[in-house]
C-alpha cells in the first residue's frame, strides 16, 4: 500500500508539533492541562444516599407511610434538607415494574416489598 499527501509526510507533522508546542512554551500558555480529579459538588450528597436514606425508613416503618413523611424522616436521618422532589421521584420510579421496590397501597402512600 502507497500512502500520498499529507498521510505519507509524517517527518513533516512531527516537525509542526514540535515548533508548535515550542511557541505555547514561549508564549507562557501550558501545553494541555489535566483536568481536576472528580469532586461532588459543595452541599450534594454522594449518589444514592437518598435513596439508602428512603429503603431506611421504609424498612422501619410499621406501615405505608405518606411521602411527606417519609420526606421528613430522610431530612432527619442525613441530618440537612432534601429535595422532595428527589425523595418524589425515587419512589415513583422504584415502584414500578415488575421489580419495584416499593409497593403504593393507596394514593401518596408507599411501603417497603420485601422479597423473601
Known amino acids: 500500500m502507497?500512502?500520498?499527501g499529507w498521510l505519507s509526510n509524517?517527518?513533516?507533522a512531527a516537525s509542526l508539533?514540535?515548533?508548535t508546542t515550542a511557541l505555547q512554551v514561549q508564549a507562557g500558555?501550558?501545553?494541555?492541562e489535566s483536568p481536576p480529579p472528580?469532586?461532588?459538588?459543595e452541599g450534594r450528597r454522594r449518589f444514592g444516599t437518598v435513596g439508602g436514606a428512603v429503603v431506611a425508613v421504609l424498612a422501619g416503618a410499621d406501615g405505608p407511610m405518606k411521602l411527606e413523611a417519609i420526606h421528613r424522616a430522610v431530612q432527619e436521618m442525613l441530618d440537612g434538607p432534601v429535595s422532595l422532589d428527589s425523595v418524589g421521584s425515587y419512589?415513583?420510579?422504584?415502584?414500578k415494574g415488575a421489580r419495584a421496590r416499593f409497593g403504593?397501597?393507596?394514593?401518596g402512600h408507599y411501603v417497603l416489598i420485601?422479597?423473601?
Do not use: D, K, Q
Open 2 to 4: 502507497v500512502l500520498r
Open 104 to 107: 403504593r397501597p393507596s394514593y
Open 10 to 12: 509524517r517527518e513533516l
Open 91 to 95: 419512589l415513583r420510579i422504584n415502584a
Open 29 to 32: 500558555e501550558s501545553r494541555r
Open 38 to 41: 472528580f469532586a461532588y459538588a
Open 114 to 116: 420485601t422479597r423473601g
Open 17 to 19: 508539533h514540535s515548533l
